[in-house]
């Protein structure tokens, strides 16, 4: 009779960046863990349920049910659930909050895959939250926000406005300008 193989570890990622979630998934896998994507709230608590994950990694800001509202659903489904979440908004309000509801770690985006494999094999929780190098320019927060609610809206401009409280031609004025020098891609 043969040793059964060991099974890998299931971790969970809960992203709306598709991409994002994509590679860091890729990363996760060549470190031998099974993964699960998904992104959004419901697609979650569905894909937890199939998979029952030993770790989760939560986005924090998701269109719908954020990531501490996630994080609270998974804590009632399962009390020795190993989460994480993972921001690019860092704070210490929002990392005390994802602690008191169940999360082990609070990371800051950009983090890589061993940052998060660390934070969830933490014994304790931890709510350090990096304060960035340099505040990021205004130009670039704000077309950050624009392409959210510009996402969130399904590309539909005139519904983006109306949800930021600008006129249509204003935020086509601000899209066509592109994003600002030294933004991120």
Request: proline share 5%; charged share 25%; aromatic share 4%.
């Amino acid at each position: 009779m043969t040793e059964p193989q060991s099974q890998p570890q299931t971790i969970l990622l809960v992203d709306d960046d598709r991409a994002f979630c994509a590679a860091l998934a890729g990363a996760l896998r060549r470190r031998g863990l099974q993964v699960v994507m998904a992104h959004g709230a419901e697609d979650a608590l569905a894909e937890f349920d199939a998979w029952k994950p030993a770790f989760v990694v939560v986005d924090l800001r998701m269109p719908g049910k954020g990531g501490l509202e996630v994080v609270a659903n998974l804590r009632e489904r399962s009390s020795d659930l190993r989460m994480v979440v993972l921001t690019g908004y860092g704070s210490i309000a929002t990392a005390v909050e994802a602690i008191k509801l169940g999360a082990v770690h609070y990371l800051t985006k950009p983090a890589s895959a061993d940052d998060i494999l660390l934070a969830l094999t933490r014994t304790t929780a931890s709510t350090d939250v990096e304060a960035p190098v340099a505040p990021r320019p205004l130009e670039e927060v704000e077309w950050e926000h624009l392409q959210k609610v510009l996402t969130d809206c399904s590309g539909n401009v005139s519904e983006a406005a109306r949800r930021l409280g600008m006129h249509r031609r204003s935020l086509q004025r601000k899209l066509a300008r592109g994003r600002p020098e030294g933004g991120a891609p």
